[in-house]
C-alpha cells in the first residue's frame, strides 16, 4: 500500500490511529477501513431514507436541473429521447450516461436551439453519439476533445475518432454538418458568441487545478463562446453525502466552486438535489461496476442499475445543469 493510500485511509477514519500505534499490520487496517466506509455508506443511506423518503410522479414533465433517478427510465419524455438516441434498451440496461444525453436533448429541445439556424460546441465529446445526433438537426456541430494516440485515452477519446467520425458514428448523419477537432476545453480556440449550444457530459470536473479551477475555467470559455440567450448543457459528478473531492463537486463546491463563479451563465431553474428513495436502493461500487460496464455479464445488467456509485466512503451520481447566457 502507497503512503498515500495509508494517509487517505487514515483521514476518513481518524479511529483507525489506535490500530497504527498499536502496530497492526495494514493488510488488516486496510480491511478494517473498507468495513467502516461500507458501514457509513450504508448508514447514510438508511438515514436519508428515512429522514427525507423522496418520490417522483414519472408521468410528469421532466425536471432539467437535478440529480439522476432510477424512475427515469419509466418517463414517457426520456423514453421518447433514448430510443431517438438509439439508447433505450428494451432488456432494461440502465446506466447514467445515457440519462445524460437524454437530458441533455430534452433541455436542447424546450429552448427551441434544435434548429437549422444553430450551431454547438462540444466540450470533452470523445465519442459519444450526441454530436452526430446533432447533425441532423442543426446547421453545424464541433466535437472537441484531446485526441490522443495514447493508452489513457485509447477507450474515451481515441485519435482514430479525429481522423474518422464516422465509423463510431451510431446512426447515419450529415457528415458535413460534424467537425471534430483536438482542442482544450479550457481553451477555446473559437471567437466570442459563437454557439447556440454548449454540451459537456461528465467531463469538466476531470479538468484538474485546485477548487475545481479546471472546471471552472472551462465554464468560462464556454459562457465566452456562447451567444447570448444560447444554453450550455452540462452534466458532472455529484457527490450526494457531502464528502470532499478534488474532481467531484458537492452541495457547497457545486455552488461555491462554480455556479456563483459565472458572471452570464445562469442556471435556467434551481438545482435539485434531492435523490429518490427508490435510487437510494440501486448503489453499486465503482471500482468493480463501472469501470468495467462493458464487459459485465448481461444478465448482471439487467439488474444492477448504474446510477449511484460509491468509491470508499464517497457516494456519487450525475447532476444534469442547464445554463442560459444573460445578455
Known sequence: ???KRKLNSVRRHPSLVKEIIQGKKWAKIEEMCKSLDEKEIDDFVSNLKNASPYRIDTGSKTKLNRLCYVEDWQNHEIRETLVELQKFNPEGFIHRKDWEWAIGLIAMKRFDKLNKSSAAIGVGSGTEPIPFYLANKISHVYA??????????????????????KKYAPFPYREEALTVLRMDGSNLNFPDETFDIAFSFSSIEHF?????????????????????????????????????????????????DLIDKLEKLKPVEPLDLRITTNTLDTVIDHFTIDANWDDMDEEYKKTHPLILLKIRNILFTSIMIVFQKQA
Do not use: C, Q
Open 208 to 256: 484538474g487545478g485546485k477548487n475545481h479551477s479546471g472546471a471552472l475555467k472551462s465554464m468560462r470559455e464556454i459562457e465566452r463562446v456562447l451567444k447570448p440567450g444560447g444554453i450550455a448543457v452540462i452534466a458532472t459528478e455529484y457527490i450526494i453525502n457531502g464528502k470532499k473531492h478534488p474532481e467531484f463537486f458537492n452541495k457547497k463546491t457545486i455552488h461555491s
Open 1 to 3: 500500500m502507497t503512503l
Open 144 to 165: 472537441t476533445d484531446l485526441y490522443e494516440d495514447d493508452e489513457s485515452w485509447k477507450k474515451a477519446a481515441p485519435i482514430e475518432f479525429l481522423r474518422n467520425p
